[in-house]
């Protein structure tokens, strides 16, 4: 679970409900025709612009801003350059039984286990990682235009309580209920996208972003174990996915700081 996003999202509630108990009853910004307003006509949109497969979709990806699992690039390294080891010291074909729970480095280590050509599991790595991004990318677009479309709606609702109440002015009793839906449509309207769709999509997209970044070095991994390189080389090489103060120290600068005492 990703901590950082159920702290914004009580930050949020805090923010908004503080805000309002502490001017004025919770009710008076409870507006049935606006929610309607806003709720179901960003929806309508929704499903205007994208297709029922891809809906589907969306709350598969959305969930993945709270439901994740942390790509620990170092554990990763790790366990290539053990499977780097266990090829080199039995061989390639061993790491077909060799018990892995990410299922895409399980993927990598079966077709480097059936001796296929590095082309060909570059190709075929690579194109479940396009796959990967191309659904993230929806699942983005989606919550995009989710974004966009709240305020517009909100717009829009006050847009129909200005008239309501244009055409009222005569009648002071109306005028109360039809500023409510011009003004509460665009607090709707903009607490879905500043509050909910767009935090959602950058978030998305930077779980994608690790994720992705997971998946290429279980790619480089896999080629050098298949070109038959040593484990502490292909160790080496993976460390360069990692920010200079994350990568091992070598032996020389481990030892550096006693050489100078």
């Given at each position: 679970m990703?901590l950082?996003t159920?702290?914004g999202?009580?930050?949020?509630?805090l923010a908004?409900?503080g805000?309002i108990?502490?001017?004025?009853?919770?009710t008076?910004?409870?507006d049935?025709?606006?929610?309607?307003c806003?709720g179901?006509g960003t929806?309508?949109?929704?499903?205007?612009?994208?297709p029922?497969d891809?809906?589907?979709?969306l709350?598969?990806?959305?969930l993945?801003?709270?439901?994740?699992k942390?790509?620990?690039v170092?554990a990763t390294?790790e366990?290539?350059g053990?499977?780097?080891e266990?090829?080199?010291r039995?061989s390639?074909?061993?790491?077909?039984k060799?018990p892995i729970e990410d299922?895409?480095m399980?993927k990598?280590?079966?077709?480097?286990?059936d001796?296929?050509?590095p082309e060909?599991?570059?190709?075929?790595?690579?194109?479940?990682?396009d796959?990967?991004?191309?659904?993230?990318?929806?699942g983005?677009?989606m919550?995009?235009?989710?974004a966009?479309?709240?305020?517009?709606?909100?717009?829009?609702?006050t847009i129909?309580g200005l008239?309501i109440m244009l055409?009222?002015?005569?009648d002071?009793?109306?005028?109360?209920?039809a500023m409510a839906v011009?003004?509460?449509t665009?607090?709707?309207g903009?607490?879905?996208?500043?509050?909910?769709?767009?935090?959602l999509k950058?978030?998305?997209?930077?779980r994608?972003g690790?994720?992705v970044?997971?998946?290429?070095?279980?790619v480089?991994?896999?080629l050098?174990?298949?070109?038959?390189?040593?484990?502490?080389l292909?160790?080496?090489?993976?460390a360069?996915f990692l920010?200079?103060?994350?990568?091992?120290?070598s032996?020389?600068?481990q030892a550096?700081?006693?050489?100078k005492?």
């Amino acid at each position: 679970m990703d901590l950082a996003t159920i702290i914004g999202v009580v930050l949020i509630a805090l923010a908004l409900l503080g805000s309002i108990l502490l001017s004025a009853p919770l009710t008076t910004f409870y507006d049935l025709p606006s929610i309607l307003c806003v709720g179901i006509g960003t929806m309508g949109t929704t499903f205007i612009k994208w297709p029922l497969d891809s809906l589907k979709s969306l709350g598969t990806v959305t969930l993945k801003a709270v439901f994740f699992k942390n790509c620990d690039v170092k554990a990763t390294i790790e366990e290539i350059g053990t499977l780097a080891e266990t090829a080199r010291r039995e061989s390639v074909f061993a790491l077909e039984k060799v018990p892995i729970e990410d299922a895409f480095m399980k993927k990598a280590m079966t077709l480097a286990a059936d001796n296929r050509p590095p082309e060909v599991i570059q190709s075929i790595l690579q194109l479940e990682i396009d796959n990967m991004v191309e659904r993230h990318k929806t699942g983005g677009d989606m919550l995009d235009g989710i974004a966009a479309d709240g305020p517009s709606f909100g717009l829009l609702g006050t847009i129909i309580g200005l008239v309501i109440m244009l055409k009222n002015m005569s009648d002071p009793s109306a005028i109360g209920p039809a500023m409510a839906v011009a003004l509460l449509t665009t607090f709707y309207g903009s607490i879905i996208a500043n509050c909910i769709a767009g935090p959602l999509k950058q978030k998305i997209g930077l779980r994608s972003g690790e994720e992705v970044n997971k998946m290429n070095i279980i790619v480089a991994g896999t080629l050098g174990i298949v070109a038959g390189e040593n484990p502490r080389l292909i160790r080496e090489k993976l460390a360069a996915f990692l920010a200079p103060n994350d990568r091992p120290k070598s032996d020389e600068e481990q030892a550096s700081p006693a050489a100078k005492a």
